[in-house]
Structures are given as C-alpha cells and as structure tokens.
C-alpha cells in the first residue's frame, strides 16, 4: 500500500488516482480551490436559486437532504439566512440514533425550517442491514442508500424541483474528474455515491425474500418522474470554497453541540454524531482499504497547513485499526451475534495484501483481535 506524498491516502483508496509524483487526486483539486473565483461561483449559485425559488409562495424554494451533522446545519444556515430561500429539510432517520444526533437535528429544526423525517420500518432495514453487513461488508448499507433517496421521493412528491447538497466527496476526497460537477444525478449517485449501487440494486433484494412492497424507500424515482418535475441536484461545496473546520465554528455559534469525547477511530469531536454505529463503518473501510476515518480527516487537515504530514501519520498510527467498542455489545445483541461471528465477517471482507496472515494464509489477529498491516511507503 502506498500512501500519496502530500497526503496521507492510500492508493488502496477507490477512484482515487496518483500522478506520476505520487500526488492524489485530492490534493491536487485542493490547491485547484485557490484560484477558482469564489465570488463569481456564490454569483451563480444566487441566480441558480433565484431560478428555482418559488415565485406564488405557495411552496418551498428548495428541499435539503440532513443529517443534523455539522454539514447539513451549515447548508441549511447558508439557503435560509444568506440568500432568504424557504427550504424543506428532510431527514433519513438513522438506526441506533445517538442522543447527541437528536439534539442536533433538533437544533437545526430550531433554525427556523419545516422538516420531514422518515423511518424506514425497522424489520426491513434490519434484514437490510443484515445484508450489507454479510455480503457487503457494510452494516450501515440501507442508510446510506435511504438518505439518497428519500429526499428524492419527496421532492417528486411534493414537486420541488431542487434539491442542494452538501460538499462534493469526490471534489473534497478525490476521485475522476467527471465526478467533480456541481450535479448530483443518478448517474452520479450510482457511480460515485450509491455504496454498491455498482454491484446491487436494491430492488434485486426480492431473491432473498424481501418483497418489493418492502423495498420502496430504497429505490430511485422512475426517470419520468424525475423529468416531469426537472428534478435537480447541485452541490453547494461547488459554490461555496468548503471548508469544513471553519464551518464547524459557525454552526457551532449556531447551536450545533460537538461530542465531549474523541469519536472511535479518530481524533475529531464533530463528525458522525447521530448515529452510533458509524465507526463500524469506519472499521470495515480500514479492513478493505487500510485507511478510516483518521486518516480522511488528517489528510485534509493537511491539505489545509493544519499539520504536517509527519503529525498527521501518528496520528493514524494512534487512532485508526482498533474495532470499535463502545457500540460493540450493542450491535452483537441486536444482530444476535456472537464476538466470534463478527470476526469472521470481518476476515470475509479484510484485504490480505495489507494485513498480514500467518503461514497458512489465515489473517493474523491479536489478543484484542485487531489486525496488523504491512508496512506502507
């Protein structure tokens, strides 16, 4: 596994390309960030908004995605009170909802907007999160595929034509270069955002005995729909030169609450707070593709002169690779597993070429049960 020269991802990392100086697409578009004309991008945003505001006021102007994270709170902060727009917010309600993420969402509820959440039933979302767990390596799958397409759903529904969304992952964490425009489409979604939309369609889950009643919350709008309303998506990190530290200060002034602890598998306080599996998430990430949470948020600490790239690699050698414990018990009880059951799904999807084995090929785990890697250049 190789790590980029200026940052700290790996070239394990998916989408992710290295010039021939070992420079990542990350890091690249970031100092792109500096000579885009900011002012002339917020000038046609104003006039994207204008376009689609509601002009009778008998709907709203837009419809935003949240999570009541730092990112949604700022999104919201940003329609509402810079450009005066009227936003329906929606909410796809996570499982294993923390209390700090209902005070959060709350919190942006206060701000002033109207709000939607939904929750999925929860018998559905469980096989679901079965599913993603033990042949996806991801126990979180069903949310992450909801919150993109929920908010559609209603947007159809309720004819509001756009929807904005928060930064671009591929703009902020790498990736092609066509996945880097201001839309967010289902082109989009199913190439870049969708975990696994590549590999399985949600409405493919009938084979394993969920009915297709079930699967509705889950499955994109027909595109007749979509061109009946003009649904479009934009990202507002394309706009907006996104920053996430700097936002945090603001939301926080706006009553946005940080963790009293350090989040699992990293250094930070303000991420991932309304749900408390996420850092099983993080874990299986680590276990793919050798690299989690810590070394996303280090990496564009340091693309942004917060700290060196030599602070930044103790930093992951500090924090990341560990299983999560704090929400451990709880998903075992809920998924009626045993520690040892985990730990095989957790082989299922490690990539041998990072984690050392032993002699026999069976991946090396130690009293705690973590893995150890290979050494990285």
């Given at each position: ?16 390309k290295?010039?021939e ?31 689609y505001?509601?002009k009778t ?19 919201t ?28 969402l709350?919190?942006l ?16 979302y ?12 991801d ?49 989009w ?8 939309l ?46 996430a ?6 939301v ?35 276990l ?52 040892e ?5 957790c ?31």
């Amino acid at each position: 596994m190789k790590l980029c020269s200026q940052c700290l991802f790996p070239d394990t990392k998916p989408e992710l390309k290295f010039d021939e100086n070992g420079i990542c697409d990350a890091c690249k578009y970031s100092e792109q960030k500096e000579s885009i004309d900011w002012s002339q991008r917020k000038q046609e945003l104003k006039i994207i908004l204008e376009k689609y505001k509601n002009k009778t006021g008998e709907n709203y102007d837009c419809l935003i995605p949240v999570s009541g994270g730092k990112d949604s709170t700022y999104q919201t902060l940003v329609i509402k009170e810079e450009f005066g727009l009227n936003p329906l917010v929606v909410n796809f309600h996570p499982r294993g909802q923390t209390e700090l993420g209902r005070k959060n969402l709350d919190n942006l509820k206060n701000l002033g907007v109207d709000c939607i959440e939904f929750t999925a039933n929860p018998d559905v979302y469980k096989k679901l999160s079965q599913f993603g767990l033990t042949e996806l390596g991801d126990p979180m799958w069903p949310e992450h595929i909801g919150l993109f397409q929920i908010p559609i759903k209603i947007a159809v529904h309720m004819k509001i034509p756009l929807l904005v969304w928060g930064e671009n992952p591929m703009f902020e964490y790498g990736g092609p270069v066509s996945a880097t425009s201001p839309y967010l489409d289902k082109e989009w979604l199913e190439n870049h955002g969708g975990y696994f939309l590549d590999k399985i369609k949600p409405q493919e889950l009938t084979k394993y005995g969920i009915g297709k009643k079930e699967l509705i919350p889950f499955i994109y709008p027909n595109e007749d729909e979509i061109r009946r309303i003009g649904i479009t998506g934009i990202f507002l990190g394309y706009y907006t030169k996104w920053d996430a530290r700097k936002q945090l200060e603001i939301v926080k002034s706006h009553g946005f609450s940080v963790s009293d602890d350090l989040s699992e598998g990293t250094y930070t306080n303000y991420e991932n707070l309304d749900s408390n599996i996420v850092p099983l998430h993080d874990y299986f990430k680590y276990l793919k593709y050798g690299y989690g949470r810590a070394t996303d948020q280090a990496s564009i600490d340091i693309r942004n002169n917060r700290m060196t790239r030599d602070e930044g690699l103790k930093i992951i050698e500090t924090y990341e690779g560990k299983i999560p414990k704090k929400c451990l018990n709880w998903f075992l009880e809920e998924y009626e597993l045993k520690f040892e059951d985990f730990l095989k799904i957790c082989d299922k999807f490690t990539n041998k070429k990072i984690f050392k084995t032993d002699r026999n090929g069976k991946i090396f785990h130690n009293k705690e049960g973590n893995l150890e890697k290979y050494p990285v250049s």
